[in-house]
């Protein structure tokens, strides 16, 4: 990628804890370009919140502290920034939106002061010339009688209006990274694949970047453009959305496409990755993914895998797994 909007290199993020410290992100590097989606997707603990928390400059002190790497945005290195600039740059050029909208919204002010005052703080804007653009934002992102709903609290709107809300605070300053942890997680399959639908329009219009955050490859498939799958805090496979899904080449991703529920059926897991998601104080020599897996050999145990590229698309798709081309074989073989 020649200019990338976002450059992140060798990240790595460690906590603290009464027990040791635990590396949550280990050395993920990745680029994103301007009007790109990528979906980080792994299960609870892989670390995929806590990049996007790192890029955000939002991972929560003092006990967790990036401990090395760097994150170019735009050309300025993030990690060295000036407080002053951090708060510049969140909201205006990078903005989140979070799993849970009603934690993120002020329950005693009306939605559409909440809306209306980002513009208001950061563009200077008339009490009425805030009001407007709230209702507006509110009309855009789907929310039906805008103009009525504004002076509405939040828990008066349904858990996937309010996170259409949290979007639309999101998109306020236009920013040109959204960052979406888990953005549909909490609602129902129907209303999951309408935000989902929303941010994919969205997109298109604003050329905006996107990195979307889920446990759930089936949520991201009709918006990202390439996915990176973490495990235990480490990029394990990478590549555009399609290889990935078609030619997988790593035995944790191949666990969680087995994992998708179809968008009618049950929502809970078809046929789920045996084991547990690894402890960070206690991983395994080798690969850690090696207790769960069932191609695992012994140079699994001795020596730990790291991306190489996949035969198939050795330019954009790589996998850090000793038995890639096995597995692979096997997800072409059906
Ligand atoms: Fe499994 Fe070995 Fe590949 Fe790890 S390196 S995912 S243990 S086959």
């Known amino acids: 990628m020649d200019h990338p909007l976002l450059s992140v290199q060798d990240l790595t993020v460690q906590f603290r804890t009464r027990a040791g410290t635990i590396t949550a992100v280990d050395r993920v590097s ?15 603990g892989s670390g995929k919140s806590v990049t996007a928390q790192a890029v955000m400059g939002l991972v929560p002190r003092p006990a967790g ?6 994150i170019i945005y735009d050309g300025t290195d993030l990690l060295t920034r000036p407080p002053s600039e951090a708060r510049r740059l969140n909201g205006t050029e990078l903005a989140m939106v979070f799993q849970d909208p009603l934690s993120s919204l002020n329950p005693v002010l009306r939605v559409g002061a909440q809306i209306g005052e980002l513009f208001r703080r950061r563009r200077g804007a008339s009490r009425a010339e805030a009001r407007r653009k709230a209702i507006e934002l509110m009309d855009r992102v789907g929310i039906p009688a805008a ?42 399959v129907t209303v999951q694949a309408q935000i989902m ?88 020599s080798g690969c850690p993914f090696r207790p769960r897996c069932a191609y695992a ?3 699994c145990a001795s020596q730990p895998p790291t991306l190489a590229a996949v035969p198939t698309r050795p330019d954009s798709h790589r996998a850090a797994c000793h038995h890639a081309e096995e597995v692979l074989a096997d997800v072409v073989a059906g």
């Open 30 to 44: 990745f680029d994103l370009a301007e009007g790109e989606t990528l979906a980080i997707l792994g299960e609870t």
């Open 65 to 70: 502290q990036v401990t090395g790497g760097r």
């Open 147 to 188: 103009a009525r709903r504004v002076d509405d609290y939040p828990h008066q709107f349904s858990g996937g209006m309010r996170q259409r809300v949290m979007i639309a605070m999101a998109l306020a300053l236009q920013p040109r990274l959204l960052i979406a942890d888990e953005p549909t997680t909490a609602l129902d």
């Open 197 to 284: 639908a929303l941010l994919a329009d969205l997109k298109a219009e604003h050329r905006m970047a996107m990195i979307l955050i889920s446990h759930d490859l089936g949520v991201v498939a009709g918006v990202a453009d390439r996915a990176m799958l973490m495990y235990a805090g480490r990029v394990v496979e990478t590549g555009e959305l399609r290889e990935v899904y078609e030619t997988t080449a790593h035995p944790y991703t191949r666990g969680l496409m087995a994992s998708i529920p179809e968008l009618d059926g049950p929502r809970e897991r078809l046929q789920p990755i045996p084991g547990a998601p690894p402890d960070l104080m206690r991983l395994p």
């Open 297 to 299: 050999t012994d140079i």
